[in-house]
């Protein structure tokens, strides 16, 4: 921890959960907050919002900036991560600490609000004040653009890793750890959005990707050892969507109680669950919150507004088309191959829908059959949006979209063109196309060796640290992809390789 003299010190710093991802750290003068999104306007087109409700501490934080020096940490422009409704109000004198990303999407952001920012770069402590010392680990590749923070005091030390799957870097962090926190539940579109399966087959995927999210918090605590484990992050909540989203039932937006019996079967129990508001210590809540039932969600709904009713935003094919081949004009000269074609369609006839070619960067007549494709289904609003200044990124995580994929097999390439904004496109293709080929030595339980690819073709994740599995299977450390070590290291769902080879069998 940070090397401050001074027993007033230790005891004038405290932390204070604001609820989801924002943490509040305080000594009797300064601040630093995280992530504060305390806005009722919820996140992402109003699909999103907090749970708990934590609305009713905007006003406190905003008269805290406002008597107090202080940083506001924002890990990445999620959203939920980055609450512009709330930092329009704060003090003018905040000074934003964010990660030094490649994009410059965060610092545009900042620079709207007017606030100055400082930069931190990955891995290297910065010196805030006498009694505060922050640490960024950043997550910078591809769609992926995120950081965890360790935060150090004298009276305690704070790794708060929120969203960001950095768990092959875990070794890197300073022991010891007073706070741990980390995502344990679900924040994306698949397998929720996705046409393919049917409920029991979706119920099964997302029960597999929470459990893959749960082994992970549950690795990261018996690496880490931290005094305790602060779950947050998630899950939120969405009103405005079918009921079982919220509930957490057959998806993978699981509340705390799973989280719970999950670790105490892995005899974790060091668990705190502070509700927004409450002052983090050994005192803290040790009882999860459970999930909202359809009254909790009623009530919810009373004193929010529903965003995306409101919407009223007039749709042009036209002017989808326009965007669409701004992007492909960014990677024209870029070499890559899509196994499938991308169709955006807002309806049943011939004219309601658009068909992608990546591989040869224009927009096609739609083939008679395609047997490769991926589907987004939407009504005109959603893609309406598309064609303006939001971030698509932010659109899709509206899960107000149905997707179909045939085959039902990832790609890199479709989602990176999805999910990119048009400024950080390009260079996300590159990142992901020179992902290292450099080559490790790795060993099963069985005593057969295998030569593999040491980076993760997803995301660039170190397999160095990954795990295998009895039955041959080698799991990524960051968002649990599966290769199979006998069939020359094939994802499962055949996307991409580690291009394993066997090169001797031990004794």
Known sequence: MANTTGTDMQQAVSLKFLGHNGFLVESSTEYLATDPWLTENGAFHG?????????????EFIEISQ?????????????????????????????????????????????????????LLDGRPSLMSAWLTLTCFVSDIGVNHDSALLIETP?????????????????????PITYYSVQFSGATWHPVCYE??????????????????????????????????????????????PLSLSCGVGNIFIHQPELHQYLLGANIE??????????????????????????DILDYRKNIPDRWEGLAIDFSKERLIDEINNRLDQIWDLEFQCESLLVLAWGDGE????????????????PGS?????????????????????????????????????????????NIFLLSDVSNLRDSIL???????????????????????????????????????????????RHGWAFSLEDDGKALDGSCSLEAKIIELEG
């Open 47 to 59: 699909s999103w919002f907090q749970y708990p409700k934590n609305h009713h501490l905007q006003a």
């Open 67 to 119: 008597r107090k020096k202080g940083w506001i940490y924002i890990s990445h422009e999620h959203q939920d991560h980055f609450d512009v409704d709330t930092l329009s109000k704060i003090g003018r004198d905040a000074v934003f600490v964010i990660p030094r990303f490649r994009d410059d999407a965060l610092r545009s952001e900042i620079d709207k609000l007017g606030f100055q920012y400082i930069e």
């Open 155 to 175: 009276a305690f030390s704070f790794f708060n890793q929120n969203d960001c799957k950095i768990f092959d870097r875990l070794d890197q962090l300073p022991r």
């Open 196 to 241: 393919n399966y049917s409920e029991s087959e979706r119920a099964e995927l997302s029960k597999e990707k929470a459990i893959k999210k749960l082994d992970n918090v549950v690795g990261a605590m018996q690496r880490l050892k931290p005094r305790f484990f602060i779950p947050a992050a998630g899950p939120a909540i969405f009103p405005f969507l």
């Open 270 to 295: 060091n668990i705190l669950y502070p509700r927004p508001g409450d002052e983090i210590n050994e005192l803290t809540a040790r009882e999860p919150i459970a999930p909202p039932g359809e009254r």
């Open 351 to 366: 004219d309601d829908s658009i068909c992608i070619d990546l591989s040869e960067k224009s927009i096609i007549d739609p």
């Open 370 to 414: 395609m047997p490769a494709f991926w589907r987004i289904t939407a009504d005109r609003k959603y893609f309406a949006l598309m064609c303006g200044r939001d971030r698509w990124q932010n659109i899709h995580l509206s899960l107000r979209a149905k997707l179909y994929r045939a085959p039902d097999r990832f790609d890199n390439i479709i």
């Open 431 to 477: 990142q992901t196309l020179a992902i290292p080929k450099e080559r490790i030595t790795i060993s099963r339980g069985s005593g057969m060796r295998y030569e593999i690819n040491r980076y993760c073709p997803h995301q660039g994740a170190d397999l160095s640290c990954a795990t295998i599995t009895e039955d041959g299977k080698l799991i990524c450390p």
